[in-house]
């Protein structure tokens, strides 16, 4: 069965970085596009990030554009989401999601996601 | 950038009820190649991750309820609930893959009255 399970989350000082993996299981890895959405507590999802299956082309939503670097390593089924220069905006739950085709589509399965708090 | 507007914020029925989700795009999310609409929606309960109900705005993912149903196209959508169970208690979110940045609607939070 497909498995998503992050990593990396915590309590970091505005300014600072963090780096969040997502161990994949259960499926052809290298066939599905990858995403990153986050959830600030009790608010909405938004969408962060996508990077396609062969790892060649990635998107970006404006609000992390410039800070934020998705990456995967397809022989190990990982994903990654590099954050950098983090603020007090950027406190959420981060989920990583599988596409259901090689860039962006619909997401079908979700990680637990990763608690990420940016306070000093 | 296409914006999901959902409505209304907050559902309250009774069990039984049909509770009925809509979903508007800023823009078409029909891609006329295809006749397809770029629209799923989205089932979060309290303290777990979302769960894909609907794509391609009404075919229902394996496994979920046939109460759940989706229509519309173009720019107007709508998530309906045909007969509201306590289980169904949830957020309920739209999003378009049509074009990135793929974006989320507000959320519909449906209780039971």
């Known amino acids: 069965q497909v498995q998503l399970v992050e990593s990396g989350g915590g309590v970091v000082q505005p300014g600072r970085s963090l780096r969040l993996s997502c161990a994949a299981s259960g499926f052809n890895f290298a066939t599905f596009g990858m995403h990153w959405v986050r959830q600030a507590p009790g608010k909405g999802l938004e969408w962060v990030a996508v990077?396609?299956?062969?790892?060649?082309?990635?998107d970006y939503a404006d609000s992390v554009k410039g800070r934020f670097t998705i990456s995967r390593d397809n022989s190990r089924n990982t994903l990654s989401l590099q954050i950098n220069s983090l603020r007090a905006e950027d406190t959420a739950v981060y989920y990583c999601a599988k596409s259901t085709g090689k860039g962006t589509y619909y997401l079908d399965y979700w990680g637990q996601g990763t608690l990420v708090t940016v306070s000093s | 950038d296409i914006v999901m507007t959902q409505s209304p914020d907050f559902l309250a029925l009774s069990l039984g009820e049909r509770a009925t989700i809509k979903c508007k795009s800023s823009q078409s999310v029909l891609y006329n190649s295809n006749n397809k609409n770029y629209l799923a929606w989205y089932q979060q309960k309290p303290g777990q991750p979302p769960k894909l109900l609907i794509y391609w705005a009404s075919i229902r993912e394996s496994g979920v309820p046939d109460r759940f149903s989706g229509s519309g196209s173009g720019t107007d959508f709508t998530l309906t609930i045909s007969s509201l169970q306590a289980e169904d208690v949830a957020v309920y979110y739209c999003?378009?893959?049509?074009?990135?940045?793929?974006?989320f609607g507000q959320g519909t939070r449906v209780e039971i009255k």
């Open positions: 990077i396609w299956n062969d790892g060649n082309k990635e």
């Open positions: 999003q378009q893959y049509y074009i990135t940045p793929l974006a």
